[in-house]
T-cell receptor, first 111, second 109 residues
């Protein structure tokens, strides 16, 4: 069965901290994505990656960076967390057929 | 600019009633559209995609290029259809998926 695993279900951090959100997929998918999900705003794409060490900005990349050193792992980094980055973060992966498989999400609270 | 619009935040119906969740898109290229669903405490998952022209759990969606719409329909709603539904658009020549803001469907017994 297809699996996308996000390392933390809930995370609480303080303003200014550096935050790492990890995502691992076991399906050998080329494409991986990070979205944030906010009520009334839907899902907004932060970054995506179509290959190891390759990345592209999504619609709201400001304040975020990503790392993809291995095919199965895609990390989202908040360089200096701010309260407006409190959100649900969803990782997803896909093959060429563009069917996205999502992780269960990380609810990040920045205090 | 590319955009997916879901005008209803909440749609409430009674069991057995027909359901139509609206989705309109704005895109100059050749659109590829999807519906994703998130049931309570579950992951977001693909419901259907227009190129498959399939019916999943009784839901269908037809791409209307003239009206730039991809509405999701079901003739008889069930309580287990209660969920958050997102319409999404893939930009051609990329794998970038753009989502609408979502519609919460509530089906009352």
């Amino acid at each position: 069965d297809v699996k996308v695993t996000q390392s933390s279900r809930y995370l609480v951090k303080r303003t200014g901290e550096k935050v790492f959100l990890e995502c691992v997929q076991d399906m050998d998918h080329e494409n991986m994505f990070w979205y944030r999900q906010d009520p009334g705003l839907g899902l907004r794409l932060i970054y995506f990656s179509y290959d190891v060490k390759m990345k592209e900005k999504g619609d709201i990349p400001e304040g975020y960076s990503v790392s993809r050193e291995k095919k199965e792992r895609f990390s989202l980094i908040l360089e200096s967390a701010s309260t407006n980055q409190t959100s649900m973060y969803l990782c997803a992966s896909s093959l060429w057929d563009r069917k996205l498989f999502f992780g269960s999400g990380t609810q990040l609270s920045v205090l | 600019a590319q955009r997916v619009t879901q005008p209803e935040k909440l749609l409430s119906v009674f069991k057995g009633a027909p359901v139509e969740l609206k989705c309109n898109y704005s895109y100059s290229g050749s659109p590829e559209l999807f519906w994703y669903v998130q049931y309570s405490r579950q992951r977001l998952q693909l419901l259907l995609r227009h190129i498959s022209r399939e019916s999943i759990k009784g839901f269908t969606a037809d791409l209307n290029k003239g009206e730039t719409s991809f509405h999701l329909k079901k003739p008889f709603a069930q309580e287990e259809d209660s969920a958050m539904y997102y319409c999404a658009l893939i930009l051609s020549n990329t794998d970038k998926l753009i989502f609408g803001t979502g519609t919460r469907l509530q089906v009352f017994p």
